[in-house]
Nanobody, 111 residues
Framework: QVQLVESGGGLVQAGGSLRLSCAASGTIFSISVMYWYRQAPGKQRELVASITSGGRTNYADSVKGRFTISRDNGKNTVYLLMNSLKPEDTAVYYC?????WGQGTQVTVSS
């Protein structure tokens, strides 16, 4: 059974920073592309960032220059460092790999 467990969400003021973590179980981690998605109330889930097993990254235009995705294959963990947060970044953030999703972690940015 593969599990993805996110942590690190919370309430932060605009301009602040948070670092999300996603711990993955099983042997899929080292060979998988890992993704961070988010879903704001009333909106569709959207891709925020991705990282290949080799470390190649990709970002949504809305977060480029502010968010950084990284991974530690030894710890089976992927991270999302979020800087210069804006109220529009408020959403539930999900970790995703292959067909698996985490439970999500809430990020709330106050103005």
């Amino acid at each position: 059974q593969v599990q993805l467990v996110e942590s690190g969400g919370g309430l932060v003021q605009a301009g602040g920073s948070l670092r999300l973590s996603c711990a993955a179980s099983g042997t899929i981690f080292s060979i998988s592309v890992m993704y961070w998605y988010r879903q704001a109330p009333g909106k569709q889930r959207e891709l925020v960032a991705s990282i290949t097993s080799g470390g190649r990254t990709n970002y949504a235009d809305s977060v480029k220059g502010r968010f950084t995705i990284s991974r530690d294959n030894g710890k089976n963990t992927v991270y999302l460092l979020m800087n210069s947060l804006k109220p529009e970044d408020t959403a539930v953030y999900y970790c995703h790999a292959i067909s698996y999703w985490g439970q999500g972690t809430q990020v709330t940015v106050s103005s």
